[in-house]
Nanobody
Framework: VQLQASGGGLVQAGGSLRLSCVASGTPFSSPYLGWYRQAEGKEREFLASISGGGSTTYTDSVKGRFTISRAVDKNTVYLQMNNLEPADTAVYFC?????????????WGQGTQVTVSS
């Protein structure tokens, strides 16, 4: 399983970015996909996820500003980030959790840096 994230960059406060993540090698055609971020000196935190059926979940701090969606091919997930704040500066990771029957395995992409200037 491989996850390839892209779309990070430098943006001013109030601006927008769209992150993309392509999943390959998953045993399912429409895998669960999620986004996390990790700011310097902090723990990795959950942001949003989308199930195989399209149900979405968000952490409170990004509700109304971030939107997770899935491409038609089902293996690409997007994170549209609007009204960005300096506190959103972090490395953003996409993830998928796969249940092989004998247990869950969590996979991570390589991360993409988002920097929001004030």
């Amino acid at each position: 399983v491989q996850l390839q994230a892209s779309g990070g960059g430098l943006v001013q406060a109030g601006g927008s970015l769209r992150l993309s993540c392509v999943a390959s090698g998953t045993p399912f055609s429409s895998p669960y996909l999620g986004w996390y971020r990790q700011a310097e000196g902090k723990e990795r935190e959950f942001l949003a996820s989308i199930s195989g059926g399209g149900s979405t979940t968000y952490t409170d701090s990004v509700k109304g500003r971030f939107t997770i969606s899935r491409a038609v091919d089902k293996n690409t997930v997007y994170l549209q980030m609007n009204n960005l704040e300096p506190a959103d500066t972090a490395v953003y990771f996409c993830n998928t959790d796969i249940d092989y029957g004998s247990g869950w395995v969590k996979y991570w992409g390589q991360g993409t840096q988002v920097t929001v200037s004030s």
